[in-house]
């Protein structure tokens, strides 16, 4: 009785064709991961910041938890609900503004998908730079909710860096608005911070001031071999030397990684296949013919330097996605199931002993398994996926391998997915307990009866 009066409560608010009942909730999967039919008491679809606010003023006053559901590609179990919580869907909220040419910014709505948003900054000439594999599906207010990162975060920050302003919703229904377009505030608290990366835990964010960037008018792409760690991190140094802030993606893929990307039937390996290291590297620049000669002058550099081994530059525009292809499209990686997928935050002078570290763990608790390692790297991030390929095998076992040598390394269980359900059990060890005490503080003053995604980062 309580879910029919409750949600015939929410038909009020946003119409009956936006409000579905346990019943009917077959028809949504729980999240990208994971295809199972989406468990809650029912599912809400509001179309604005107000509808928001009265959604969570009743969930307030009966005291009902929520779970706000955004592109549902997080891989870390944030947007997993229980029966007894309310699903809460941004997906008609996609609304843009104008993109401000004199201010650099535009306001969008939670629900719009991140490929959308750079679209329409594109069609201005300007430059959304938050984008990461999962930009065709991906939400804006999940990108904050998470603070993700991506490719470009070396270039251009985390999605907080992108951020100039928010409208949030707290747990009693209290709308929270700082949407301003300046880059430059310190007036009183910076309450964005409190909403970005906060996995949807201390408020709703339903609209932000996304900050653009003017559109780079050349890019340069090249795919790149080398033998050594130390080769990777040294060609990083020349490459800042050289070119400075135009270098704007540096994506590394480890041996077997790349062998399992071009394995035959997959995609073609533009190298051979028998290097220790690839780097997907991009520039971008506002100077066609110069930045292009310091493109090929770095690259020779690293040549003659012996850094580079061998190396395949980009010439059109399908060459350069063809080559990112072999960084993004994860196709290979999850084809033999089970398959545990990792975000991790490592130093950089520590990442390749890191890195050989887990696979020798992985090898020797399973012979016939596989272990893949990429990552972003400038900015210290790691990505594993472990294939255990035994039987009886579990994911708590996974994370002991992974996770067990972080700390000796320096290393944190998360470079930009988050902590949702999966990760809050090591939260707990790889942070201090003065840092987690002041969270539950947090938690506590915004959302005193815990109705925002409980179980999610922290119980």
Known sequence: MMDQTLLERLVAIVGPQHVFFR????????????ASPLQARGLVRPGSTEEVSAIMAICHE???????????????GGLASTGQMLAI??????AMGPVDLVNSCFVVEAGAILQNAQEHARNSGRLLALDLGARGSCTIGGNIATNAGGINVLRYGMARH?????EAVLADGMIVSSMTPMLKTNTGYDLNQLFIGTEGTLGIVTRAVMRVHPLPISTQTA???LEKFEAVTNLLALIKTM??????????????????????GLQRAPLSRDHQFYVVLECQGMD?????DEFIAMMQQGLESRLIV???????????LALWELRENLESMLKKTPVYLYDVAVPIDQMSDYVVSVMDRVYATWPNGQCFAMGHIADGNVHFFVQPRQPGTTHEQSDELVYGPLAAFGGLISAEHGIGREKKHWLLRNRPAAFLDTMRRLKAAFDPKFLLNPGCVFD
């Open 23 to 34: 019943e009917q909730l077959s028809e949504f999967p729980t999240s990208f991961w994971d």
């Open 62 to 76: 009966v005291g009902q938890s929520v779970v706000v559901r955004g592109g549902l590609t997080g891989p870390v």
């Open 89 to 94: 869907s941004l997906e008609r909220m996609q």
């Open 162 to 166: 992108q951020i100039l302003g928010l």
């Open 223 to 225: 795919l790149v071999a």
């Open 243 to 264: 070119l400075g802030e135009k270098l704007s993606a540096f994506e590394v893929m480890w041996s077997d990684y790349f062998k399992a990307q071009t394995e035959p």
């Open 288 to 292: 066609p013919a110069r930045d292009g």
């Open 310 to 320: 061998d190396a395949v530059v980009a010439n059109s525009e399908r060459e350069r």
